[in-house]
């Protein structure tokens, strides 16, 4: 203030009469100025402002979308300033604690990079070996190096399941139904106009003829557009069969559809995101390339991926996990790309822990041999029994055919019988199931097991495992290309060995020998003149005969040779469900010995006589306006305890070998809704004293 007196003079001169008016009000400034720097720390940081305008410089992780003004390069001196994960007024996911929990991403020091960096999504639709997209990876992204980031598939699945409705929800408790949801929607649908496969996954739209479909009429998404993969994970209503667990699925989150659900190539369901997050660090791993402990930090091996003979490596070194969309209601199916490809099943356990893979015999038919599927003790225990059934329903006789009805046809000469529930025979379908890609088992998609025997001479003509009822004249809907149920897969075992040139082969009358050029495809007629020559079966096959021209066929066309324990897949449907007509097979004629077989038959949806069992309606009204009994094969049985004998005061109830309830003295009656064939066993102190076995009527009591 004394320097400010001693310039007043002077600014006197300068403006008369208002020297000294002047150095009082720039006095009064100087002392508001004081005051505010002391009293501002207790109202306002000092960096306020600075704080403020650097939120326009910070990258935004939920998305990967640069800020469109470049942070300044930083200076030689000085180390680059760590822009903070999130804008300061943007929350973090609700879910982001419990996810990285569930992927075990940075709950320890081994494990403190996201599962999913470094690794690109490849998407296939249903049996196409050929990805119809894969992840959209930006410069930025790819060069991220940052281990505690989340990865763009991280944020995506987190954006699903914050929009799943599920923020009240622990993600925990989220079902595979869930899972299925959030995929399509992290792949498809995504954030703002990104999603993680390029242009949506516009490529992986429907591969049959889409119109009229109901997502184009909802209200919501009018004036939206929308992936096409969204219409071929949901087919549409009049082209998805209602599985028995239809009502279970959740809905794709801001869309209203169906989702798809995902396997792996080798068949394995994707049912939580902790699989997921397991499948994508394998997937750093490849086989035979490193061991877990030889890993780098962030899960890859060596620094360029140099060596990789799996195909898995893409550019800078980044890794692929393939998943395979299967559409709502429908089954998974492999797809092979060439004659020879391994399958290795290593979800699928088998008696005496053998490794159980697939091996592809034929790309059209769609045919694979399966590798310790069974063993010969299973083979013998499933003949025995066959060969000791006694009821009608069951036992050996002559082959029938056809949809429904006992009808013998003259060009099937083989035997057969049905294992419905015995304990190998249930094993078998439950491991066939499991080989098929289906994490659950459920019995109305499997026939029994039927069990054939072709002695000398007799066969079977090609025909399709796949039911024709083009006319729609039964109660089942068999129709597969929209909502009917049908043979979906069929799984052959082969329980006896023939000697070389003894027939019995299963030929494939579409297809032609594994590895055979085009110019040495041998016509019929020249097979046929072939046999002839060589007199094989001049003694005991009639000429011209269907068996005669059954085996020129056998010995010129793709044909799988019997023996011992081998088990061979092939399908009856195409994956957009229209019957496969490739696959028509045959029985050879058996030249020399005796052929033992099986085959389990599996459905797409549950089969006719089944609650859940798609129906022809009118057939149906037709039916009971005539008064005819509706078809349903499940029974109702009652199980009592008299209290007769004392030796059953203990006694306990089993489905087999499976405990069911408590059946001793004081015990309540116990009811299970139940099919014919089903064998239920009695047991005190672990010992089978009575066993019932169900039959035709619809309500049976049992006593003890």
């Known amino acids: 203030l004394s320097r400010l007196e001693s310039l007043s003079p002077l600014l006197g001169k300068m403006s008369p009469g208002k020297g000294i008016s002047a150095v009082k009000t720039a006095s009064i400034c ?21 704080s403020k305008l650097q939120q326009h410089d910070v990258v935004e992780p939920q998305n990967n979308v640069a800020s469109s003004i470049p942070a300044a390069p930083p200076t030689p001196t000085s180390p680059p300033t760590k822009l903070p994960k999130k804008q300061p007024d943007e929350p973090p ?49 790819a060069a991220m190096e940052d281990d505690a980031a989340l990865s763009p598939t991280s944020l995506a699945l987190l954006h699903a399941v914050d929009n799943l409705g599920g923020r009240k929800k622990p993600l925990d408790m989220h079902i595979k139904y869930d899972v299925d949801a959030m995929i399509t929607h992290a792949l498809v649908v995504g954030k703002g106009d990104k999603s993680l496969l390029q242009g949506r996954g516009e ?97 890859t091996c060596g620094t360029d991926g140099e060596g990789d003979t799996d195909s898995t490596t893409v550019a800078g070194g980044r890794r692929e996990l393939h998943l395979y969309a299967v559409q709502a209601g429908r089954q998974f199916i492999f797809a092979p790309k060439y004659v020879g490809e391994i399958f290795e099943l290593p979800h699928v356990k088998v008696p005496q822990d053998l490794p159980v893979w697939l091996e592809v015999i034929s790309l059209k038919p769609r045919v694979l ?38 009808n013998v046809n003259s060009q099937r000469t083989s035997e057969n019988g049905f294992d419905t529930h015995g304990k190998q025979a249930q094993a078998v379908k439950r491991r066939c199931m499991n080989v098929l890609g289906f994490d659950t088992y459920e019995e109305s998609l499997t026939d029994g097991l039927q069990v054939l025997r072709y002695n000398q001479t007799t066969a079977y003509v090609p025909h399709l495992d796949w039911i024709d009822d083009y006319q729609k004249l039964q109660e089942h809907d068999f129709d597969t290309e929209h909502m009917g149920s049908n043979r979906f897969a069929t799984i052959l075992l082969y329980m006896s060995d023939l000697e070389k040139d003894g027939g019995g082969e299963t030929v494939f009358s579409h297809g032609w020998p594994p590895g055979q050029a085009e110019e040495d495809h041998v016509q019929f007629k020249d097979a046929l003149a072939a046999l002839r020559e060589s007199g094989d079966v001049e003694k005991i096959l009639k000429r011209d005969s269907w068996e005669e021209k059954m085996v020129a066929r056998c010995r010129s066309r793709l044909a799988i040779r019997p023996h011992s324990s081998r088990a061979v897949l092939f399908y009856s449907q195409n994956p957009d469900g229209t019957p496969d007509n490739n696959s028509m097979h045959g029985g050879c004629p058996v030249v020399n010995g005796e052929k033992w077989a099986a085959n389990l038959w599996v459905w797409n949806a549950p089969r006719g006589g089944f609650p859940g069992s798609p129906k022809n309606q009118h057939v149906v009204e037709k ?18 305890n008299t209290h007769a004998d004392e030796k059953m005061k203990n006694a306990k109830l089993y ?29 005190v102190d672990e010992k089978t004293v009575k066993t019932f076995v169900i039959d035709k009527r619809p309500s049976q009591p049992y006593v003890i």
């Open 30 to 50: 100087i002392v508001a100025y004081l005051v505010g720097v002391a009293l501002s720390p207790y109202i306002l940081p000092v960096d306020f402002l600075t």
């Open 93 to 141: 996911f609700p879910h982001e604690d419990a996810y990285k929990s569930l992927v075990n991403f940075g709950t320890t020091d081994d494990n403190k990079h996201d599962p999913f960096r470094g690794v690109d999504l490849v998407i296939h639709r249903n049996g196409e070996p050929d990805p119809c997209s894969r992840q959209d990876v930006t410069p930025e992204e």
């Open 203 to 299: 490529s992986c739209g429907p591969t049959w003829e889409e119109k009229n479909h109901y997502i184009d009429r909802l209200p919501h998404l009018k004036d939206t557009s929308i992936s096409t993969m969204i219409k071929f994970c949901d087919m549409g209503t009049d082209k998805t069969p209602i599985q028995l667990d239809h009502e279970k699925l959740s809905i794709v989150p801001e869309i209203g559809s169906m989702p798809c659900h995902f396997h792996t190539r080798e068949g394995l369901r994707i049912t939580s995101l902790e699989q997921l997050a397991q499948l994508a660090r394998a997937a750093k791993v490849p086989a035979g390339e490193c061991t877990e402990d030889e890993r780098n930090p962030d899960g």
């Open 369 to 406: 041999d399966v590798f310790n599927f069974f063993d010969r003790a299973e083979s013998a225990a499933i003949v025995d029994k066959a060969m000791k059934e006694t009821s009608e329903t069951h036992r050996i006789k002559r082959s029938s055919t056809g949809a429904s009805g006992y």
């Open 623 to 640: 039916n009971r306006a005539a008064g005819k009994a509706p078809e349903d094969n499940q029974k109702k049985a009652s199980f009592t």
């Open 655 to 683: 489905f087999q070998d499976t405990f069911w309830g408590k059946l001793g003295v004081g015990d309540p009656a116990l009811n299970v809704n139940t099919y014919e064939g089903h064998q239920w066993n009695v047991k």
